[in-house]
């Protein structure tokens, strides 16, 4: 069974602070998105990655970067978290021009 | 830059009737077009893909349109049932990505 799994469904930081969101799939898919989720706004892409090394800037990168050093695990990073980052984060892996896989989602509040 | 329209109002029927969503999009004619449904707190889950040379698809009780001349995708669940309530997304092929619709709140009421 396809599964993409997200390091935590809730997480509380605090402004300044360092924070790691974590998503790993078990499909071998190249394609691997996070996206932010917020009401009203549908969601929207941060960063997307379509080999290992390799990262392309969506929609909203502003205050994130990514890494993926292996092909299943795709991290998102909030340098320095502030409270406009309080939302919901999706990740999500494809292969190719097909479905998105999606993860359960983590809900982060940054205070 | 593409943008999609999806009612950002509810939309509330009764059991057994057709529930029907719009998506409608502008600046871009994309190759297909997604649409997804999403549960509260969790993560959407595909439901059909339809491409832009395919005017219509079906799965079990969905039905999708699509009419590019239109720029709009029509999303139809027959014989609604209470368990189809959930926000469903339309998403649109962006060149190497997919573009998400705010989605569209559909309550089935029994």
């Known amino acids: 069974d396809v599964k993409v799994t997200q390091s935590s469904r809730y997480l509380v930081k605090r402004t300044g602070e360092k924070v790691f969101l974590e998503c790993v799939q078990d499909?071998?898919?190249?394609?691997m998105f996070w996206y932010r989720q917020d009401p009203g706004l549908g969601l929207r892409l941060i960063y997307f990655?379509?080999?290992?090394?390799?990262?392309e800037k969506g929609d909203i990168p502003e205050g994130y970067s990514v890494s993926r050093e292996k092909k299943e695990r795709f991290s998102l990073i909030l340098e320095s978290a502030s409270t406009n980052q309080t939302s919901m984060y999706l990740c999500?892996?494809?292969?190719?021009?097909?479905?998105?896989?999606f993860g359960p989602g983590t809900r982060l509040t940054v205070t | 830059s593409q943008k999609i329209e999806q009612n950002s109002e509810a939309l509330n029927i009764q059991e057994g009737k057709t529930a029907t969503l719009t998506c409608n999009y502008t600046?871009?004619?994309?190759?297909?077009l997604q649409w997804y449904r999403q549960d509260p707190g969790r993560g959407p889950v595909f439901l059909l893909l339809?491409?832009?040379?395919?005017k219509e698809k079906r799965k079990e009780r969905l039905k999708v349109t699509f009419d590019t001349t239109l720029k709009q995708s029509l999303f139809h669940i027959t014989a609604s049932q209470p368990a189809d309530s959930a926000t469903y997304l339309c998403?649109?092929?962006?060149?190497?990505?997919?573009?998400f619709g705010a989605g569209t709140i559909l309550r089935v009421k029994s």
């Open positions: 999500a892996s494809t292969a190719g021009e097909n479905e998105q896989y």
């Open positions: 499909m071998d898919h190249e394609n």
């Open positions: 990655s379509y080999d290992v090394k390799m990262k």
């Open positions: 600046n871009y004619s994309p190759a297909y």
């Open positions: 339809i491409r832009e040379n395919e």
């Open positions: 998403a649109l092929e962006y060149g190497n990505k997919l573009v």
